[in-house]
């Protein structure tokens, strides 16, 4: 695990989820400076809880480039937006997706290097990949993704899950990286093409039951 792999795949995912925020703010009808708070909170909501649990230093206050790369993503996603007024949802998805898939690959490497095991690697890299996106959708009043019965921190998860597979087997460390981005990629975006849900609970239906 080399700095420069950890800092790439950190300002990717911040760029990615705040286009994911300017994206809902722009369908929200959200203007003004909204649409950079919203997509702001996106992009550095997941990382600082993580950093405040793990009691490190803020990411993106120790390291000012994270912000430029959110303010930069925000501001072609806005010029991107007004050449092309008829956005449709599946980029929201995509990037939605993709920047969950790297902020968990994130948490859970942060966590490692800060000499945690490995179960509570995978729960930081869940915490940092939903908790922006669920402030976003609060903010936006959505039903946020979490708690819908489609696969999304259950995505993480797997994600995690297939990190820590190969990461145990030692395989080369960029396996590590795709392999976890793949899995939750896909099942993030495979069930939104598929219906693919998740239900653990599900309710008896007493009216086609006899006294």
Known sequence: MTAEYFMVLGLLGVAFFAVAGAL???EKNISGFGV???ATVTALGGGTLRDILLDKPIFWVATPEYLYSAYAAIIATIFFVRYLPHVNNYYFLLVDAIGMALFNIMGI???LIGGTGMIIAITMGITTGIF???IRDVICREVPSVMRNEPYAS???VGGLV???LFTLEVDYIWC???SLFSTVFLRLGSLKWGWHLTIFRKKDFK???D
């Open 132 to 134: 922006g996106g669920l």
């Open 177 to 179: 990286i795709l392999g």
């Open 36 to 38: 950079v708070v919203v």
């Open 208 to 210: 086609n039951q006899g």
């Open 24 to 26: 809902l703010g722009y």
């Open 109 to 111: 490497e942060k966590a």
């Open 155 to 157: 995505a993480c998860l």
């Open 163 to 165: 990190y820590a597979a």
